[in-house]
């Protein structure tokens, strides 16, 4: 079945530094891949949808200088993010899709603790 | 914005028994898709059903879709202390924007 990676899975970092996810399917071409954030015992949030070669989408409300996406190839995506602030500590999900169908493969995701 | 809405939040049974969890959604959809994600992982697809669809089996999982109501059911049966995680539905439109709604937290005690 289709795969897709994240790393690192978990990451700590301090305060005003950036951190950088990547996103990888591992055994398939995902023309598109999604970024969702999840805060402790809530649902997944879209935060924006990126398509190869071309800039990504934000949701409402996601500040797109803060949250930094690249898909810069046809297997990887990374989100990066700027000058991290303690609130910004959260669980972050990618999933893709390929260009043959329209299911969503998830990532195991990445735990983010800015201190 | 959030789609859906799960009912229970949470959901605490003993082994064996069935589990039914709810979801409604605001809008039109084009499916409704269930997910399971353990603690702290990422998630695991479980079941599509289309609109035009009303009822979908697999394995232990039953799911069924009233579009008059714009509501879902997932239904667990026999379960096991392994099925202890938490179920989200999720709603696709026309877009390939998948929206989550905010989960039932099951707890199969053994």
């Known amino acids: 079945g289709a795969v897709v990676s994240q790393h690192p899975s978990w990451v700590i970092c301090k305060s005003g530094t950036s951190v950088k996810i990547e996103c990888r399917s591992l055994d398939f071409q995902a023309t598109t891949m999604f970024w969702y954030r999840q805060f402790p015992k809530q649902s997944l949030m879209l935060m924006a949808t990126s398509n190869e070669g071309s800039k990504a989408t934000y949701e409402q409300g996601v500040e797109k200088d803060k949250f930094l996406i690249n898909h810069a190839s046809l297997t990887l995506s990374t989100l990066t993010v700027t000058s991290a602030h303690p609130e910004d500590s959260s669980f972050y999900i990618c999933?893709?899709?390929?260009?043959?169908?329209?299911?969503?493969?998830f990532g195991p995701g990445t735990r983010l603790t800015v201190t | 914005s959030q789609q859906g809405e799960e009912d229970p939040q949470a959901l605490s049974i003993q082994e064996g028994e069935n589990a039914t969890m709810n979801c409604s959604y605001k809008t039109s959809i084009n499916n409704l898709q269930w997910y399971r994600q353990n603690s702290g992982r990422g998630l695991v697809h479980l079941i599509l059903?289309?609109?035009?669809?009303r009822e979908k089996h697999s394995g232990r999982l039953r799911v069924t879709l009233d579009t008059s109501k714009k509501s879902s059911s997932l239904l667990i049966t026999a379960s096991r202390a392994a099925d202890t995680a938490s179920y989200f539905c999720?709603?696709?439109?026309?877009?390939?924007?998948?929206?989550f709604g905010k989960g039932t937290k099951l707890t199969v005690n053994p």
């Open positions: 999933s893709a899709r390929s260009r043959l169908s329209y299911e969503q493969y």
């Open positions: 999720a709603t696709q439109g026309g877009s390939e924007k998948l929206v």
């Open positions: 059903i289309r609109s035009n669809e």
